[in-house]
C-alpha cells in the first residue's frame, strides 16, 4: 500500500481503494473524495472509485462547456484500473457498471447531478443477467438507467416516464416498484427507451464510454445550475472553484432480497440525541431514498432483516464520528447482505442538535474544548428553544416527523406563493415530495410538510439545519394543486388558510397552536463553563 500522503492540485486524477491510499485534497478533489479517502485508510467497505480534480470543472466552463483534451484519456486510465480491481469489464462480460457523482470542496445536498448504473446497455443487460441469474435485476437497474439519462442528460420532462411506471404498477396491481416482475421491467425499458428517442430524436446511447462522457458532463453542468447556484446564495458560499467528478464502481440495493440502500445519521440531527436515526429501502438504490420521491422505513426493519449488517453500520459510524470527532451523515448500500460505505460527511443539524451534540461530544472526550466551540460558532445560541404544544387539540393528520420544534402558519403549494406569503408573515410549504427544486420556497418557508419521502432526503437535511419544522410522508395528505388546494386527513384547505405542524410528534393542525418554549439551561450552562474556562 502506498504511504499515505496528501493529493492535490498538481494531480487531474485521485484513485482510490484497491490497496490505493493517500489522502485526497479536498480543495483539489472535493468534499466527497477526502472522505472516502480517509474511510479507505480506516478499512471501512468503500466501492473502488476515481476523482477527476476541480480544475477540470474551471477549464471546462472557461472553455464553453466542453471537456479538457485529456479527460477521455483519465476516463479510460481511471476505468482500466477499476476493471483491474473489480475484475468486471466496462462494456463487456461481466459487466462493470459505475455512478458519476458531484464533489464540491463544500457539501452541498441534493443540489447536482448523480448518475447511476453507466456503462450499461442491451448488450450488457444479458451479460448482467448471464451473470447474477438475476433478469428482473438486471433490467430494473437498465429502466433507471434511461431514465436517470433522459431527465438530467438531456433534460427531458420526467413525466413521461413517471406515467408509464404508474401504468406498469397499475397493470401488475402492486404498490411500488420493487415488486414489479422482470417481464414488466423489460416492456418498461422498451417503453422507456421510446420515450427517450421521441424526446430526443436520437437513440439511447448503446456506447458505455459514450454514456460516461454524457454523465461527466452533466455532473460539471449542474454546478451552475440554478439549484446550484441558488443553493450557494442562500448558503452564503463563495469562492468555490466548482465540483470534482466521482466515478465509483457500482454496487447494487437493486440486486435482491437482502439488498437496498439507505442513510444513517450517527445521531438525531434534530434532537441531538445519541441515537442512530436511519431510513433504509429495500430493494432500491441510493438515489430513491435521498431524493426525497420514495418513503423509507426506519432503521429497524434492517436490524431486524439483516441484524450482522445493522451492527456493522453502528461500529462504523462509531468509527467515523471519533475520527472526524463529529456527528456524521452516511450514505449505504448492502448489496445482498454485504455492506458498503458510499459517502460520509458532517451531518447537518437543526441548532439545538447542534448544541447537544457539541456538549454530549464533549462529556465523551472525543471533542476537545476549543474544537467544541468553534462547532458552535454559526449557531445562534440565544434563539434555541424546546418548543411544545401548550393545549391538546385533535390532530388532523400524522406523518414522520424528520424535526422538532413548532411552526404556524398560511399554506403555500409552490415556492412562488411561498415567497410572497413570506412577507406578511410565516408560511407552511406543502408538497407531494420533499425536492431539492423546492429549497428556495422551503428557505422562505417557517415549516415544510410532504405526502411522500424520507426523513434523510437532501431537501429535507437542507431544510433541518435552517431550523425549518419538518414532516414527511404524511400519507392522509393529498394535493390538488391545479385548484390550489390540499386535503389533510377529511378536511379540504386553500392556500392561504392556516395549520400547525408539531415536528415533534408528526402531527398537523387545523390553525394556530398555543406553544411553550423553555430554554435548554443545562446545556447552554456548559457552554458557559467553556467560555470561562478559555477566558
Request: aromatic share 8%; charged share 25%; hydrophobic share 40%.
Amino acid at each position: 500500500m502506498e504511504a499515505e500522503k496528501e493529493r492535490g492540485a498538481g494531480e487531474r486524477i485521485f484513485k482510490f481503494g484497491n490497496r490505493h491510499a493517500g489522502k485526497a485534497s479536498r480543495e483539489a478533489f472535493g468534499n466527497k473524495a477526502a472522505g472516502l479517502s480517509v474511510m479507505v485508510a480506516l478499512g471501512v467497505p468503500v466501492p473502488p472509485g476515481f476523482v477527476l480534480n476541480v480544475s477540470i470543472c474551471e477549464e471546462y466552463f472557461e472553455n464553453d462547456r466542453q471537456l479538457p483534451e485529456d479527460v477521455p484519456a483519465l476516463l479510460r486510465e481511471g476505468i482500466s484500473f477499476l476493471e483491474n480491481a473489480t475484475r468486471k469489464f466496462f462494456g463487456g462480460r461481466p459487466p462493470l457498471l459505475v455512478s458519476v457523482r458531484s464533489g464540491a470542496s463544500v457539501s452541498m445536498p441534493g443540489s447536482m447531478e448523480t448518475l447511476l448504473n453507466v456503462g450499461m446497455t442491451r448488450e450488457t443487460v444479458s451479460g448482467m443477467i448471464a451473470r447474477t441469474g438475476n433478469p428482473r435485476f438486471a433490467w430494473d437497474s437498465y429502466r433507471r438507467l434511461v431514465e436517470g439519462f433522459g431527465s438530467n442528460v438531456f433534460f427531458q420532462d420526467p413525466a413521461p416516464y413517471r406515467e408509464l411506471l404508474k401504468g406498469a404498477l397499475a397493470a401488475q396491481e402492486v404498490p411500488d416498484e420493487v415488486e414489479l416482475d422482470f417481464c414488466g421491467l423489460r416492456e418498461l425499458s422498451a417503453e422507456y427507451e421510446k420515450v427517450f428517442q421521441d424526446a430526443s430524436r436520437i437513440p439511447f446511447p448503446g456506447d458505455p464510454y459514450e454514456q460516461l462522457e454524457l454523465a461527466v458532463k452533466a455532473v460539471l453542468d449542474s454546478w451552475m445550475s440554478p439549484r446550484a447556484r441558488e443553493y450557494r446564495r442562500i448558503n452564503g458560499i463563495k469562492g468555490a472553484r466548482g465540483t470534482a467528478v466521482t466515478v465509483q464502481a457500482m454496487v447494487f440495493g437493486n440486486m435482491g432480497m437482502n439488498s437496498g440502500a439507505g442513510i444513517a445519521f450517527t445521531r438525531n440531527p434534530w434532537t441531538g440525541e445519541n441515537v442512530p436515526v436511519i431510513d433504509f429501502k429495500f430493494g432500491a438504490q441510493g438515489e430513491d431514498v435521498v431524493s426525497g420521491a420514495q418513503a423509507a422505513s426506519h432503521g429497524v426493519e434492517l436490524q431486524t432483516a439483516i441484524p450482522r449488517v445493522f451492527r456493522e453500520l453502528e461500529r462504523i459510524g462509531k468509527k467515523l464520528e471519533a475520527h472526524f470527532r463529529d456527528m456524521q451523515d452516511l450514505e449505504f448500500t448492502v448489496e445482498e447482505g454485504r455492506l458498503y460505505l458510499l459517502q460520509n460527511r458532517s451531518g447537518k443539524r437543526s441548532p439545538l442538535a447542534a448544541l447537544r451534540i457539541a456538549v454530549d461530544l464533549w462529556k465523551e472526550g472525543i471533542l476537545p474544548t476549543l474544537e467544541a466551540i468553534k462547532q458552535l460558532e454559526e449557531v445562534d445560541l440565544d434563539s434555541i428553544c424546546v418548543q411544545e404544544i401548550k393545549a391538546e387539540k385533535a390532530p388532523l393528520a400524522k406523518g414522520d416527523s424528520a424535526s422538532c420544534g413548532v411552526a404556524s402558519g398560511r399554506i403555500a403549494l409552490g415556492i412562488e406563493r411561498a415567497r410572497a406569503y413570506a412577507k406578511e408573515g410565516p408560511v407552511i410549504l406543502i408538497r407531494e415530495t420533499p425536492s431539492p427544486d423546492d429549497i428556495p420556497g422551503i428557505h422562505a418557508a417557517s415549516g415544510l410538510l410532504t405526502s411522500r419521502g424520507a426523513r434523510t432526503a437532501h431537501a429535507v437535511v437542507v431544510a433541518r439545519q435552517m431550523g425549518k419544522v419538518c414532516i414527511v410522508n404524511c400519507g392522509d395528505l393529498k394535493l390538488k394543486t391545479e385548484a390550489r388546494i390540499c386535503v389533510i386527513g377529511e378536511k379540504a384547505f386553500r392556500e392561504g388558510d392556516i395549520i400547525s405542524l408539531d415536528g415533534a410528534s408528526g402531527t398537523v393542525y387545523e390553525g394556530e397552536v398555543e406553544v411553550k418554549y423553555e430554554k435548554p439551561v443545562e446545556l447552554l450552562g456548559v457552554v458557559e463553563t467553556w467560555k470561562k474556562e478559555i477566558r
